[in-house]
């Protein structure tokens, strides 16, 4: 690789589109309030977030579940909430262009060290540098 990892990183230009992945809808006809299963549905669609960011970066295992212990303490007590549906209808697009720019921060700590392979330190890592970067980052997303 020639250059700055950024450059190869963030070449690709990513414009939000909006998907009817199964895995990324809450099931709205289980009339559940905030079961294991829509938390888990929740916590899939920011680790498929996390890998659009990182494009093409492989993520290991230690990676997805710091990303998952991030989103967790925010997505249980919302889903406490009774209409907690209609408030993932508005913060889903937080959710996603989070874990997308976590995802892409990490890749570029991983292309620093000459990786393909992102790891929980990267993920550490990005959440750090863009802790208080983020303009928006909704009320289901980390601090």
């Known amino acids: 690789m020639f250059g700055w990892p950024e450059f190869f990183v ?3 230009v990513f414009l939000p589109v909006q998907r009817d992945d ?4 809450c099931d709205a006809a289980s009339g559940s309030d905030g079961s294991t ?3 888990q549905m929740i916590l899939e669609t ?4 996390v890998a659009r960011g990182a494009r093409g970066a492989r993520i290991d295992m ?3 579940m710091s990303v998952q212990e991030r989103f967790l303490p925010k997505v249980r007590p919302a889903l406490e909430k009774s209409d907690w549906r209609s408030d993932w209808q508005q913060e889903q697009v937080y959710v996603r262009a989070f874990a997308e720019a976590l995802g ?3 890749a ?3 292309a620093w060290d000459r990786r393909t392979v992102i790891t929980r330190q990267d993920i550490d890592d990005a959440a750090r540098k863009m802790c208080g970067y983020m303009p928006i980052a909704g009320r289901w997303c980390p601090p």
């Not at 199964?22 to 809808?25: G, H, K, S, V």
């Open 46 to 49: 920011a680790l498929s977030a």
């Open 62 to 64: 230690s990676a997805r």
């Open 104 to 106: 892409r921060q990490a």
């Open 10 to 12: 963030d070449r690709v």
């Open 108 to 110: 570029i700590l991983a």
């Open 37 to 39: 299963r829509d938390v």
């Open 22 to 25: 199964p895995r990324e809808q």
